[in-house]
């Protein structure tokens, strides 16, 4: 899963922004005349915020906001440490014990993380997981599990080390990946919601010009 992003929001902690589609219509005097809408002639893009009011409130109060702010670096900070002790087995042959170690602690902040996120998200959302704003970075975080788990299976089972650590680097590219669009959705969020600020503070001194 993902988290949330490192100061404040998860899956880290998390702003992002929707796109939905709405078409502005306009009718012609003929067509007017005849009391029928003409068609669209446009479509304009309306971009929807990531939280309620009421979400973000809860956002801000939960302390799996902060559990998830904490976690998300230290897994990263694994991972990079993993990276060096597995590449280093892979290229000299030696390490294999800290190599496997450095997986394995991966794997388990990546079991936390989710079972934490999944809290997080029911506090927030009121479901735990799979929720419309963060769908796909769960849906990708369950096939990140999934090959940390096979790498695990072959651990304990036996496979050959080099097979098995190149398993575990193909398990963290995807967890790259889906951290490095997940950071741009918070950057997005982040632009939205300062574009929805300044809309706001012009309309309200429109209003209070014209008043």
């Known amino acids: 899963m993902t988290v949330v992003h490192p100061t404040s929001e998860r899956h880290p902690s998390r702003d992002a922004a929707d796109a939905v589609s709405v078409t502005s219509a306009s ?76 997986v394995v602690v991966k794997t388990v902040f990546l079991y936390v993380i989710m079972i934490t996120g999944a809290i997080w998200e029911k506090v927030v959302f009121d479901q735990y997981l799979f929720h419309e704003a963060f769908f796909w970075e769960d849906v990708v975080s369950f096939g990140v599990i999934a090959v940390h788990t096979a790498y695990l299976w072959g651990l304990f089972a036996g496979w050959d080390p080099r097979a098995n650590l190149t398993i575990a680097l193909v398990a963290y590219v995807i967890y790259t990946v889906n951290a490095i669009q997940f950071l741009l959705k918070l950057r997005a969020a982040r632009l939205l919601e300062a574009e929805m600020a300044a809309a706001a503070a012009a309309s309200a001194g429109t209003l209070e010009m014209a008043s």
């Not at 956002?59 to 002790?85: C, F, Y």
């Open 27 to 102: 009718t012609s005097p003929g067509v007017a005349s005849r009391g029928a809408p003409a068609p669209a002639r446009g479509v304009q893009r309306v971009k929807k915020p990531l939280y309620t009011p009421e979400q973000r409130r809860r956002r801000d109060e939960t302390k799996w906001t902060l559990v998830q702010g904490i976690l998300a670096p230290l897994q990263l900070l694994a991972m990079l440490v993993s990276v060096v002790l597995v590449l280093r087995y892979l290229n000299t042959g030696e390490g294999l014990l800290a190599a496997n170690v450095s």
